[in-house]
C-alpha cells in the first residue's frame, strides 16, 4: 500500500496534547511532514477533513484510557486517514486508523510493547 505522509501531528503524549491545546486548530501540529499549514487548514475548513481534537474525542468515548504515542493524517487511495497509535495499560500498542472526513475506524492493529 501507498501512503503519503501529509503532516505528522505530534509524538509525545500529553505534553504535545496540551501544546495542541493552545494552538486551537489542531490539524496543524508543529511538525510537518510533506504539506504546510495552509493547505492542512484549506482541507479542515473545506470540510474534507474533521479536526484531530475531533477524531481523538470520539476514539477516547469508545476506547478510554491509554497514552497516545503518535497521530498522522495520511492520504491512502485519494483519501485522508487519522492513522493513531496508543500505548494501552497492558503495555500493548495499538495503531487506529480513522476516516479523516467521517471520523470512521477503518482498521485496528495491535503488537507487544518490546522491553
Known sequence: MFFKKIILIYRHGR?????????????????MAGRDH???RRLHGAGQILSLETIIASHRHWHP?????????????????YDLK?????GVVREFEYDARTGELWH?????EQE
Open 108 to 112: 485496528l492493529e495491535h503488537e507487544e
Open 38 to 40: 495552509d493547505e492542512i
Open 65 to 81: 484510557g491509554g497514552r497516545l504515542l503518535e497521530a498522522e493524517l495520511e492520504s491512502e487511495h485519494g483519501r485522508y486517514v
Open 86 to 90: 496508543f500505548l494501552d495499560d497492558d
Open 15 to 31: 505534553i504535545a496534547a496540551i501544546l495542541l491545546l493552545a494552538t486551537g486548530l489542531f490539524v496543524t501540529g508543529s511538525v
